[in-house]
């Protein structure tokens, strides 16, 4: 298994994977308005001369597209004790194509994305993880915290 960073080339893959993890979260009740800002969004920052977004992908073994993919971007905050340079990474869109699961494609990408972000000097990295993705997070190094997270939709 070869785990490669993605390019603006893959961009209509990533949001195939996008799909497909949506789906399994039972996100089902949308239409594909999103498809197309989400791939101009993928192709300016996989393309960025400094970029502070990062895909890592495993390509089907036959070709054909892609198996699995990790996205994770960088945010600049203030620093803090933990965190002086306040920069802090964002894992997400973690897929893997149904018929190319448990072969530890996830895995790769996951690992090749959190070295993305080592070689970036990024110290803490954040995700939301499923029920069914908390082992591979947690056996990675990530533990749940008891953040008061929140949201809005604006």
Excluded at 36 to 41: F, G, K, V, Y
Excluded at 57 to 75: D, K, N, Q, S
Excluded at 113 to 137: C, F, I, K
Aim: contains cysteine; proline residues 7%.
């Amino acid at each position: 298994m070869r785990t490669r960073q993605a390019t603006p080339d893959d961009a209509d893959e990533l949001i195939l994977l996008r799909a497909v993890l949506l789906h399994t979260m039972g996100r089902d009740d949308w239409n594909d308005d999103w498809r197309e800002p989400a791939r101009r969004s993928l192709v300016r920052r996989l393309g960025a001369a400094e970029p502070t977004m990062a895909a890592f992908v495993v390509e089907r073994p036959a070709g054909g597209g892609l198996a699995a993919c990790a996205v994770g971007t960088i945010e600049e905050r203030l620093g803090n004790p933990h965190n002086p340079e306040g920069r802090v990474g964002y894992v997400f869109s973690v897929a893997t194509h149904p018929d190319m699961r448990r072969r530890g494609y996830s895995r790769a990408c996951v690992e090749a994305l959190l070295e993305w972000y080592r070689d970036q000097g990024v110290t803490a990295v954040h995700l939301t993880a499923s029920p069914d993705g908390e082992p591979l997070y947690t056996s990675l190094g990530f533990t749940r915290h008891p953040d008061p997270a929140m949201r809005v939709r604006l």
